[in-house]
């Protein structure tokens, strides 16, 4: 998935991938096929979330579970599709990658402002005639937008999104020293994740590829009074069941300069709706 900012982290749970820098793609093919990735695309632009579900594969349907959780996908990141160009493909008739050029609107949380991009985007086809299906990968199968706010110490702790993953929960966060001095934050040291059920999440610490851990709070952040840094906090987690759910997450350590021991900070009533 795309990472080269919090902006492109956050496009990267609505798009699968960005293609190479300088891609050689075979042509677009006449076709069934080409036909339904437009029907797919098409819906998608036009926010018509659930003619689009119902293209998927049955394991994308499966994995998103019902065509609201689909749509929640697009929905938590303000996401529009404004246009787009099919550049090429590859593979074959069994199963076939479409790219396409994409200009997009997207909600950016590093400015809490809309922001603009041009993107190259992956879709599959799987299948052909009347059976074929769109494989679209890389996304949660649920998302959340959120704005739930604490501040102790002068550190206040902003949760703007949760996304759920097969296999974790992704929290975007932004971190603001309102104090005087600076603070250092330490988010991988002992934070965690709780639910209602009280269920300990803890962060997923990945030094190879960095995939699902963000190396920049996992290196700590030291904040000058005045300033504030948004990451994303991934949490190892099954899959969680359908419906509403409430967590709390803890941010620890956090030490102002001066201080002679860090402190912790409950960030509560994080909630995804049913």
């Known amino acids: 998935m795309i990472r080269r900012s919090i902006a492109a982290a956050v496009a990267a749970v609505v798009l699968l991938a960005a293609a190479p820098a300088t891609p050689r793609f075979d042509p677009v093919p006449a076709g069934a ?3 339904l990735v437009r029907r797919y695309v098409d819906a998608v632009a036009a926010k018509r979330y659930g003619d689009a579900y119902a293209l ?3 394991p994308a349907r499966a994995y998103f579970r019902s065509a609201r959780n689909y749509a929640s996908v697009f929905s938590a990141d303000g996401f529009a599709l404004d246009s787009y160009t099919l550049l090429g493909s ?8 479409y790219f396409a050029r994409e200009a997009i609107h997207l909600f950016d949380p590093d400015h809490d402002a809309p922001a603009t991009a041009d993107v190259t985007v992956a879709y599959g086809v799987i299948g052909t005639g009347a059976r074929a299906r769109i494989k679209d990968l890389g996304h949660p199968w649920r998302a959340v937008a959120t704005s739930v706010s604490a501040t102790s110490d002068g ?3 902003r949760v703007k999104k949760v996304s759920f993953y097969a296999h974790a929960i992704a929290c975007v966060v932004t971190f603001a020293n309102l104090g005087n001095g600076f603070l250092t934050l330490l988010p991988y ?7 209602a059920a009280g269920h300990i999440y803890r962060p997923i610490v990945n030094t190879k590829s960095w995939a699902d851990t963000d190396r920049r709070l996992f290196l700590g952040v030291r904040l000058a009074s005045g300033a504030e840094v948004t990451g994303v ?9 359908d419906g509403a759910l409430r967590f709390t997450l803890t941010v620890a350590p956090n030490l102002r300069d001066g201080a002679a021991l ?3 900070l409950d960030v509560a009533n994080i909630a995804a709706p049913a």
């Not at 590859?90 to 990658?97: M, N, Q």
């Not at 040291?189 to 639910?195: I, Q």
Request: aromatic residues 8%; glycine residues 6%.
């Open 189 to 195: 040291g002992r934070s965690v994740l709780r639910d």
């Open 233 to 241: 906090l991934s949490f190892a987690a099954p899959r969680l069941p």
């Open 155 to 157: 550190l206040r702790v």
């Open 56 to 58: 998927l594969d049955a």
């Open 33 to 35: 096929q080409t036909a």
């Open 90 to 97: 590859r593979g074959d008739a069994a199963f076939r990658l």
């Open 262 to 264: 860090p402190f912790a």
